[in-house]
């Protein structure tokens, strides 16, 4: 079977850098995926990781140890519109095809 | 413009109904999933399909069956509806890496 674990809320000010982190356990990892998803609306594709090592993409970034069975996402120059919440999920080869999910961050930035 | 559609944004149905979700992707995706999102609980996979024809049970698959006649359409069945179904209903498509989500249905089970 598998585990993820990420923390339920997180609050943060406009301008700070903020750090999701995400733990797994699975018995055939296959990548790590983060998704941001807005109240209300369907998730969305930020990033992904199936190397070690950390991935780059604008204000975003995701790093992956998989001996650790760990990842982070982080943002920086946080704007109001990142309040959201911050999906982590694996890919399992146990799984066949799917994406399984853990529970969300939900992210919170103040003026 | 990459895109999946679901039937409804929102349904209400009742304690025994039959009920239908339909989502289509225009991607030519090969695996397609039906997933529910409730509070504190996060997406869970109910079923997921990697061909025509072919689906595979997820992590809460009870109450519920699927149904993939094409490639772009991928159906999610309430054989008997019950109110601990009632939830929003994530449908996606998936190639290779990203996965690409419709924008819900929520539905309410009286």
């Known amino acids: 079977g598998q585990n993820i674990d990420q923390p339920t809320e997180m609050t943060a000010t406009e301008g700070a850098i903020v750090q999701i982190n995400c733990t797994y356990q699975t018995s055939g990892f296959n990548g790590l995926f983060w998704y941001q998803q807005h109240a209300g609306e369907a998730p969305t594709f930020l990033s992904y990781n199936v190397l070690d090592g950390l991935e780059e993409k604008g204000r975003f970034s995701s790093f992956l140890s998989r001996s650790k069975g760990y990842s982070y996402l982080l943002l920086k120059e946080l704007q109001m519109k990142d309040s959201a919440s911050y999906l982590c999920?694996?890919?399992?080869?146990?799984?066949?095809?799917?994406?399984?999910f853990g529970k969300g961050t939900t992210l919170s930035v103040s003026s | 413009d990459v895109k999946v559609t679901q039937s409804s944004r929102y349904l209400v149905k009742r304690t025994g109904e039959k009920v239908f979700l339909e989502c289509v992707q225009d991607?030519?995706?090969?695996?397609m999933f039906w997933y529910r999102q409730d509070p504190g609980l996060g997406l869970r996979l109910i079923y997921f399909s990697y061909d025509v024809k072919m689906k595979e049970k997820g992590d809460i698959p009870e109450g519920y069956s699927v149904s993939r006649e094409k490639k772009e359409r991928f159906s999610l069945i309430l054989e008997s509806a019950s109110t601990n179904q009632t939830s929003m209903y994530l449908c996606a498509s998936r190639e290779a890496t990203e996965a690409f989500f419709g924008q819900g249905t929520r539905l309410t089970v009286v």
């Open positions: 999920a694996v890919r399992d080869n146990q799984a066949g095809t799917a994406l399984i």
């Open positions: 991607m030519d995706h090969e695996n």
